[in-house]
């Protein structure tokens, strides 16, 4: 490995390491001024701050599926883990690199969260559309994600990830013919 990938990799782990201390820090500002208190309004009937513990996914499905969310997020995290040590390291791949660590980094910060207390810590809400509670580690996932679809739609063609796959190179199918 290069070392220039080396470094391409010790960065997006620094930033992962950021951006998960900046969710748990949210978090805990959340339970500092929020748990046990009435929401608190940033813009009238728009958007609020209110503290929610959360042992479910979105729009509270999955409740108490503690093993199963942590199982899916090693899960994410190898296969991520996986993408970025094979993407190669040129220009066009440095947007893939920060899209996957927002994405794990809100899985960790997620995962942190329900092993550390069973629940994860919500607590920005859309009064307007009446959204579900979210977090920070909820917008680095659904933000990247969408946008990861898009490019992954309309900018990247199928040989710019022809670098991701599973199979072995030099293996030959003896049936082949």
């Given at each position: 490995?290069?070392?220039?990938?080396?470094?391409?990799?010790?960065?997006?782990?620094?930033?992962?390491?950021a951006?998960v201390?900046?969710?748990q820090?949210?978090?805990?500002?959340?339970?500092?001024?929020?748990?046990?208190?009435?929401?608190?309004?940033?813009?009238?009937?728009?958007?609020?701050l209110?503290?929610?513990?959360n042992?479910?996914?979105?729009?509270?499905?999955l409740?108490?599926?503690?093993?199963?969310?942590?199982?899916?997020?090693?899960?994410?995290?190898?296969v991520?883990?996986?993408v970025?040590?094979?993407?190669?390291?040129?220009k066009?791949?440095?947007?893939?690199?920060?899209?996957?660590?927002?994405?794990?980094?809100?899985?960790?910060?997620?995962?942190?969260?329900?092993?550390r207390?069973?629940?994860?810590?919500?607590?920005?809400?859309?009064?307007?559309?009446?959204?579900?509670?979210?977090?920070v580690?909820?917008?680095?996932?659904?933000?990247?994600?969408?946008?990861?679809?898009?490019?992954?739609?309309?900018?990247?063609?199928?040989?710019?990830?022809?670098?991701?796959?599973?199979?072995?190179?030099?293996?030959?199918?003896?049936?082949?013919?």
């Amino acid at each position: 490995m290069s070392l220039k990938k080396k470094l391409l990799l010790f960065l997006d782990l620094l930033g992962i390491c950021a951006l998960v201390a900046l969710d748990q820090y949210t978090k805990y500002l959340a339970v500092i001024h929020l748990k046990d208190k009435p929401a608190f309004n940033i813009i009238n009937g728009v958007l609020e701050l209110n503290y929610l513990e959360n042992k479910g996914a979105a729009f509270g499905m999955l409740q108490n599926q503690k093993a199963f969310f942590i199982f899916v997020a090693v899960v994410i995290l190898g296969v991520i883990g996986y993408v970025l040590f094979k993407t190669p390291e040129r220009k066009k791949y440095r947007i893939l690199h920060l899209l996957l660590s927002l994405i794990a980094a809100g899985a960790i910060g997620n995962m942190i969260d329900r092993i550390r207390f069973d629940y994860v810590v919500d607590f920005i809400y859309f009064v307007l559309i009446n959204f579900p509670i979210f977090n920070v580690a909820d917008i680095y996932v659904t933000v990247s994600t969408a946008v990861l679809v898009f490019l992954l739609l309309f900018v990247y063609k199928e040989n710019d990830l022809s670098f991701i796959s599973f199979k072995q190179k030099h293996y030959r199918d003896p049936f082949e013919n």
